[in-house]
């Protein structure tokens, strides 16, 4: 096995070097992420890549609307045409494919699938056909997400998430995508971040369809969590030969100081941002300290509810970004207090690869149950320039080195992750930012939608290659 006993690699931040291929991703030797069967892929959400938002019947989705709203988007941007990827899409699975990339983790479009009445769209669908039965064809592992937060505006004006008739309509949904897409499909995630679906869709409006209640936060929460386990075992009997899960994005907090205030203030911050959604996931219950950080949220829960949702999954998937540094508010919940000369990226947001392991080791403390993990979505945003052909992002490559070496670090405190995808494949639509923030491995000139990959991609498509030729 190839490896350089010099080689440096550790959570830990490293000068970042002005030629970057120079600076080989060479895990140590005993390193899990040579292991053949560690899943290595790429990330991408419906909304986020295809534009045509209006073609072969497509219907409007929340983002549509929200992002025609003025001041709702940075620069007025909306996914209309993002990366082009419904015309695009046999060139992008080639540019995967010659990266060496194993997986490809994928959002439908529920509007795109399905009229107003809950009658398949045969033209989408068939969209959806040709880019799995392709992405099978040259030997993918499929990820599929079912809700990439592009809800048909239909069922938003009958109350979206805060009406309960919506969950139903997921798992018809469910079912349909199921029937019709099962043999291509190797995992199917029903949601992704319920957490941002909730939150920031009805609990600060921050996106779509943007209302601002804590209340409707914690109900739209209980409808997503409802309409995950009504699917499940739809999933499970349409396409038994798959995997069934869902992603959630989980947030590391940690203290300003060693007062306990602060340490709760910590606490409290991870109770609302995983625990919210882990613990009926995985325990069947609520965490009842949430309702004292939000008293007067609980949301409308009917017998059996919770057991639905806690239906066993066959894997869980993490999405991870940064941590944040907190404070007791001075009452019963928790402020922010943005940490000074630490490393951030072009969305502000602290580079902490320590949080990774650390949750995932909690986690595998705190539930007996933890299925089998993929890192469903890691990676980072900078301000990426084509010079010359090329994309340094040294940054970038210096992330994903420090998060996978977490993440093997987890592995070997005995967490079973399975796999880690990349976010994202390419630039895409940032949701409120637009398209001024670029997390991908690749770079998008919207003006001329040219794909130019960056060192980054270079780099893991060496260290695959790698990899693969290993014995
Ligand atoms: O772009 C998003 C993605 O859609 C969901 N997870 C976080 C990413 C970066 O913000």
Known sequence: ????????????????SNDPLADPFTPPADSSLWRKNFLLGAATASYQIEGAVDEDGRLPS?????????????????????????????????????????????????????????????KGLDFYKRLLNRLKEKGITTFVTLY???????????????????AYRFADYADLMSRELAGTVDAWATLNEPWCSAYLGYG??????????????????????????LAIPVLHA??????????????????NSDSAADQRAAHLFEVQ??????????KGAYPQELFELWPGTEPLILDGDLQTISAPLD?????????????SDGAHGFREVPLEGVERTQMGWEVYPEGLRDLLTGFNRTYPNLPPIYITENGMASDDKVIDGHVDDTQRISFLKRHLAAVDQAIKAGVDIRGYFLWSLMDNFEWAFGYERRFGVVHVDYSTQKRTVKRSAEWVAKFLKERKAQV
């Open 148 to 166: 990439h937060w592009d809800l048909p505006q239909h069922l938003e004006d009958r109350g979206g998430w805060l009406n309960r008739d919506t």
């Open 238 to 255: 349409n396409d038994p030969a798959s995997q069934m899960g869902i992603v959630a994005n989980i947030g590391r907090g940690t203290p």
């Open 315 to 327: 894997f869980l998937g993490i999405n991870y970004y940064f941590r944040s540094n907190l404070a």
């Open 62 to 122: 929340i983002w549509d609307t929200f992002s025609a709203i003025p001041g709702k988007v940075l620069a007025g941007d909306t996914g209309a045409v993002a990366c082009d990827h419904y015309h695009r899409w046999e060139a992008d699975v080639d540019m995967l494919v010659s990266l060496g990339l194993e997986g490809y983790r994928l959002s439908i479009a529920w509007p795109r699938v399905m009229d107003t009445t809950g009658a398949p769209n045969r």
């Open 273 to 282: 941002h995983n625990a919210w959604i882990l613990d009926p996931l995985l």
């Open 1 to 16: 096995m190839a490896n350089d006993a010099s080689a440096v690699f550790d959570t830990r931040s490293s000068a970042v």
């Open 204 to 229: 600060n409006g921050h996106h779509a369809p943007g209302l601002a209640d804590g209340r409707f936060a914690t109900q739209a929460m209980h409808h997503l969590l409802l309409a995950h386990g």
